[in-house]
């Protein structure tokens, strides 16, 4: 159980900790997010380190629960929990997102982006009819790109590219682009987009996204096999399907 007396100053003064320190890959996240500052942080590890701070000792993670319990507690101390997967988009750290590439990547320039992850897009609000522009970055060329949100009285937000950038996308997974261009089910692999920040924002005098690298993994060896089974998949880097 979280110990009650943990407060809120006790929180920030974790989140303060852990931002100068290295998280253990033993407490990084497995489904949700604390979201503080537009920064993210594992849940669990937050209040195992806020105990040192009302009861001066780190909480074993064995005393107590992740998931519900954790999330209860900070939300109710007033901080916000997000989930890690959204949709087709994982978010991995603070600068580094990734999205699992749809019939929309391939055939309509874009992709729509949900409104629990646009803060990493450094958004905080976009009045419905508005874009921003923005940069893509791969192999050193750069792509001009467009955060957009139509007019409706909840606006989407999509994120689209043009011509260039897409026709890099259709060559490099030609197989992939025809199955959903000829709408086939069954595909024989399946590709993801790594979007990481930049350092700084003024590097091409736009705030700026560098796409860091196009990862294509998860080959199937048993083609009929539906692509949701896939998830959640290994990150294997692969050039091409061989089998």
């Known amino acids: 159980m979280v110990p009650k007396n943990i407060n809120k100053e006790h929180i920030l003064q974790a989140l303060a900790e852990i931002d100068q320190a290295v998280i253990p890959p033993r407490r990084e996240p497995t489904k949700y997010f604390l979201k503080y500052s537009n920064q993210f942080y ?24 992740g998931g519900d319990e954790s999330n209860a507690f900070l939300e ?38 949900p409104h629990q992850i ?29 955060i957009t949100t139509d007019r409706q009285v ?24 025809n199955a959903f261009e000829k709408e086939l089910i069954e595909h024989q692999y399946f590709a993801e987009l790594v979007f990481k920040k930049t350092d700084s924002n003024n590097v091409f005098q736009k705030e700026s996204l560098i796409l860091s690298r196009i990862i294509l993994f998860g080959c199937r060896k048993e083609a009929k ?17 061989t089998y």
């Open 42 to 65: 594992p849940p669990k590890y937050v209040i195992s380190i806020a105990n040192k701070y009302a009861n001066g000792e780190e909480l074993p993670s064995n005393n107590f629960s």
């Open 154 to 177: 909840s606006p989407r937000v999509r994120l689209f590219w043009k011509a260039e950038f897409q026709k890099v996308l259709n060559n490099k997974f030609s197989d992939l682009h």
């Open 76 to 113: 109710n101390l007033g901080f916000e929990i997000v989930p890690k997967d959204v949709f087709s988009w994982e978010i991995i750290s603070d600068d580094t997102i990734i999205k699992t590439l749809d019939r929309s990547a391939f055939l309509h320039h874009g992709t729509g982006i």
């Open 118 to 146: 646009i803060s990493f897009f450094n958004i905080i609000h976009l009045e419905p009819g508005s874009e921003k522009g923005l940069y893509l970055e791969m192999d050193s060329t750069q792509y001009n790109a467009k």
């Open 225 to 241: 096999m539906p692509l949701a089974i896939l998830l959640p998949y290994a990150l294997i880097v692969i050039e091409k399907c």
